[in-house]
C-alpha cells in the first residue's frame, strides 16, 4: 500500500530542539524553538497558571468537552481578542470554536475556507513566516502565494511590498497576517500601516486571517497586541478569522490550548459558520482537550487571576526585552562586525540576525549555539549566565 510513499525530512524546529538535547557540550544554548525560559534557563510555570491548577484540581474530572470546546473558555478568548467594548458588539456574529493551539486553529479556519466555497481562494504567506504555515494550507489542497514582508537590506519590514502584493492580489483571496510580533522577523507595521493595510483589504475584498499566537506576551499588554485585530473588525468592518494560542502567554505549550474566532457580519452568517465548525471539528478531533482550557478559562474569567495573569505577561515580556538589549550592547562592545541596530527595533520573542546560513552552521558546530537556519534566535533562551558568550562568539564567527 506505502511503497510509493516519499521520505519527508522532519520538522527543521523540532529536529533542532533534539539535537540540541543530544549536545553533551555544558555550556550549550538553545534559542531555536519558541518556548520561555526564565533567567536560569528553566521553564516557567507562570504563577497565575499554578494558582489556576491549584483552584481547578479540586474539582477536575475527565469528561468531555462539547464538540466546539469549552463554553467558558470561548467566551473569554473571545472578550481577550477583542476587548470587552467589542466583544459586547460582534458577540451574536462571531462563531468560535475551541482549537488545538495555534495550529490548531489554523487547520480549523482552512477547513472552514475550504468547505464553504465553491473554489478554494488563495492563500497569501508573507515571507519570511513561521514554518508551518506553508505546510497547514497546503496540505489542505490549497495554492500558496507568498509576498515579499522582509527587506533584506534593512532587515525590516518591507511595507511597499506588503502593499503592492495586496493590491496584485486576487479579490477574495485569504491573506496570513501576524497579529504581531511577527515570526521570525519581529517587525510589525506601525498603527498608521495597519490602518493602511486594513483599508487595502476592504478595497481588495481579501479576507485577514489572523495568526494571534502572542497577545499580551509580545509588550506585556493585550490591548496594543490585539490592536490589528480590534481595528479590522471594528473600524474597517471587515470579516475576520482570528487564531488564538495559549501557548506562549499561559506557557501552556503541550497542553494545545487554542481558539479559531469568526467575526462575520451577520447573526445568520455566525450560527451557519458555528455549525460548520461544529462538524468539521466532530469529524477531525470529536472534541478537544479539557486541562488546559479549564486552566485559561479560570485565569481570564477571575478578576485577581487575571490580574497575576497580566503581571506574568510584564515578567516575560520585561525579561526577554531586556535579554535582546543586553544581547545587542554586547555585539557592539565587542566589535560585531556590521549594524545591529535592527535587533533592538525589533519586538517579541524572536531576534532575526540576519547572519548567512553557514554562520549559523557554525555557531551549532563550533560554539554550541542553536539557532533555525534562518538565523532567528528564540530571544527567551537568552541569560545573564549565556548572554556575553552569545555575543562574543557571534562576533568572533563574523570576525574569522
Ligand atoms: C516556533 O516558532 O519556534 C514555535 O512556534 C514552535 C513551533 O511550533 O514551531
Not at 183 to 191: A, F, L, M, V, Y
Amino acid at each position: 500500500w506505502f511503497d510509493q510513499a516519499h521520505f519527508i525530512p522532519p520538522d527543521a524546529i523540532f529536529a533542532l530542539t533534539a539535537q540540541y538535547l543530544a549536545d553533551p557540550f555544558p555550556q550549550k544554548v538553545n534559542l531555536g524553538q519558541g518556548t520561555y525560559r526564565d533567567e536560569n534557563g528553566n521553564p516557567w510555570v507562570l504563577p497565575s497558571v499554578q494558582k489556576s491548577r491549584e483552584i481547578l484540581s479540586q474539582k477536575l474530572n475527565h469528561e468531555y468537552l462539547p464538540i466546539v470546546g469549552l463554553a467558558s473558555f470561548r467566551q473569554e478568548a473571545a472578550k481577550l481578542a477583542l476587548g470587552p467594548e467589542l466583544f459586547a458588539k460582534q458577540q451574536d456574529k462571531l462563531a468560535t470554536c475551541q482549537s488545538l493551539s495555534g495550529t490548531g486553529a489554523l487547520h480549523l479556519a482552512g477547513l472552514l475556507l475550504r468547505a464553504g466555497r465553491a473554489s478554494r481562494p488563495k492563500i497569501y504567506i508573507p515571507e519570511p513566516t513561521w514554518s508551518n504555515h506553508h505546510q497547514v494550507f497546503a496540505s489542505l489542497g490549497f495554492q500558496c502565494e507568498t509576498f515579499q514582508y522582509c527587506n533584506p537590506e534593512t532587515k525590516g519590514l518591507d511595507i511597499d511590498s506588503y502593499y503592492a502584493a495586496l493590491k496584485a492580489a486576487e479579490p477574495n483571496s485569504v491573506v496570513i497576517i501576524h497579529a504581531c510580533a511577527h515570526n521570525p522577523t519581529g517587525c510589525d507595521p506601525s498603527q498608521e500601516q495597519w490602518r493602511e493595510l486594513a483599508r487595502i483589504f476592504k478595497e481588495r475584498q481579501l479576507f485577514p486571517l489572523f495568526d494571534a499566537a502572542y497577545l499580551g506576551f509580545n509588550s506585556g499588554n493585550v490591548d496594543n497586541d490585539a490592536f490589528a485585530i480590534r481595528l479590522f473588525i471594528e473600524e474597517a468592518k471587515l470579516e475576520a478569522g482570528v487564531c488564538l494560542s495559549f501557548a506562549k502567554n499561559m506557557g501552556l505549550y503541550g497542553e494545545r490550548v487554542g481558539c479559531f474566532l469568526l467575526a462575520t457580519s451577520t447573526e445568520e452568517t455566525a450560527v451557519k459558520t458555528q455549525s460548520m465548525l461544529e462538524m468539521l471539528q466532530r469529524s477531525e478531533v470529536s472534541n478537544p482537550p479539557a486541562y488546559g482550557a479549564k486552566i485559561a478559562s479560570t485565569i481570564l474569567a477571575d478578576a485577581t487571576l487575571r490580574q497575576a495573569w497580566h503581571d506574568d505577561l510584564i515578567t516575560m515580556s520585561d525579561r526577554i526585552r531586556s535579554m535582546r538589549r543586553a544581547l545587542y550592547d554586547r555585539l557592539i562592545s565587542s566589535g560585531a562586525p556590521g549594524s545591529w541596530e535592527h535587533l533592538i527595533r525589533q519586538s517579541g520573542m524572536f531576534g532575526f540576525l540576519g547572519l548567512s546560513p553557514s554562520i549559523v552552521l557554525k555557531l551549532r558546530e563550533q560554539y554550541h549555539i542553536y539557532m533555525a537556519g534562518n538565523s532567528r534566535i528564540s530571544i527567551a533562551g537568552l541569560n545573564e549566565q549565556n548572554v556575553e558568550y552569545v555575543g562574543d562568539s557571534i562576533t568572533e564567527c563574523l570576525k574569522q
